[in-house]
């Protein structure tokens, strides 16, 4: 340890390419746990709608019509921060969130379980997910 300091000196482009290599874990690490918040599988999705959890699609109203998990309801940002209210009855049921990629609806759990929905989750890799699985999507209105 006594030699680190002689080291750091002599080699600065190594040390600060390992740094930078280290930081750069740290913010995938943090990436992935903060849009994998509470994430379900497409098969967990399905069996967990079976048993009556609701399931909401945050996309634009265009790509909800072209295709969406059936049984999905459509709500958009600003109604997921008032969803304390809106949706009173499921706060103790599966509430299932799911976007394109997953990200905004990992963000989206994370502000209903901040209004006290106790089984907030969302659908791990959104629809593009869901897709990739080969599960059908619906075209008719919930």
């Known amino acids: 340890m006594e030699n680190l300091p002689d080291y750091i000196a002599n080699h600065p482009w190594l040390v600060s390419m390992a740094a930078v290599a280290t930081l750069l874990v740290?913010?995938?690490?943090?990436?992935?746990?903060?849009?994998?918040?509470?994430g379900v599988s497409a098969q967990d999705l399905i069996r967990l709608q079976n048993q009556g959890a609701l399931v909401i699609d945050l996309r634009k109203a265009?790509?909800?019509s072209q295709g969406h998990i059936?049984?999905?309801?459509?709500?958009?940002?600003?109604?997921?921060?008032?969803?304390?209210?809106?949706?009173?009855?499921y706060k103790e049921k599966p509430v299932i969130?799911?976007?394109?990629?997953?990200?905004?609806?990992a963000s989206a759990a994370r502000v209903l379980a901040g209004q006290g929905f106790k089984?907030?989750?969302?659908?791990r890799g959104g629809v593009?997910?869901?897709?990739t699985?080969?599960?059908p999507l619906s075209q008719k209105s919930a």
């Open 26 to 38: 740290i913010v995938f690490e943090v990436k992935v746990r903060r849009d994998s918040f509470a």
């Open 62 to 64: 265009e790509e909800f």
């Open 70 to 89: 059936n049984g999905a309801r459509r709500m958009d940002s600003a109604e997921i921060l008032l969803a304390g209210d809106k949706l009173k009855k």
């Open 97 to 105: 969130v799911y976007c394109e990629s997953g990200s905004l609806g």
């Open 119 to 123: 089984q907030a989750l969302n659908l």
């Open 128 to 131: 593009a997910a869901w897709r």
């Open 133 to 135: 699985e080969n599960l």
